[in-house]
């Protein structure tokens, strides 16, 4: 079993930058390939980022590319979100989530076994 934590929401003008950490346990990640998904108030949960469990692939949600970074630190058992230009179409819940090995579609919420219980992120206009 993985558990996973995030952090690092909160609530930040438009144009400015936020960094979320999604925080591992029970199980080391470097064999899992690592997602972020948000859910916005009566809109269904959508892909942001993801990344391979080699970290050697990484794919962006279209709203985000050019704006968002994934990364993931093994050595910490930590995924990261890095988000700079933030917009207030960007306010949702953030979820990390995780599966083991090479996933065929990481933008599919049905493709991850663990999930975290979310970070509230708030962009102000």
């Known amino acids: 079993q993985v558990q996973l934590v995030e952090s690092g929401g909160g609530l930040v003008q438009a144009g400015g930058s936020l960094r979320l950490s999604c925080a591992a346990s029970?199980?080391?990640?470097?064999?899992?390939?690592m997602g972020w998904f948000r859910q916005a108030p009566g809109k269904e949960r959508e892909s942001v980022a993801s990344?391979?469990?080699?970290?050697?692939?990484?794919y962006y949600a279209d709203s985000v590319k050019g704006r968002f970074t994934i990364s993931r630190d093994n050595a910490k058992n930590t995924v990261y979100l890095q988000m700079n230009s933030l917009k207030p179409e960007d306010t949702a819940v953030y979820y990390c989530?995780?599966?083991?090995?090479?996933?065929?579609?990481?933008?599919?919420?049905?493709?991850?076994?663990?999930w975290g219980q979310g970070t509230q992120v708030t962009v102000s206009s």
């Open positions: 989530a995780a599966d083991y090995g090479r996933i065929s579609n990481p933008d599919r919420p049905y493709e991850y076994d663990y």
């Open positions: 990344i391979s469990w080699t970290g050697g692939s990484t």
């Open positions: 029970g199980r080391t990640i470097s064999s899992y390939s």
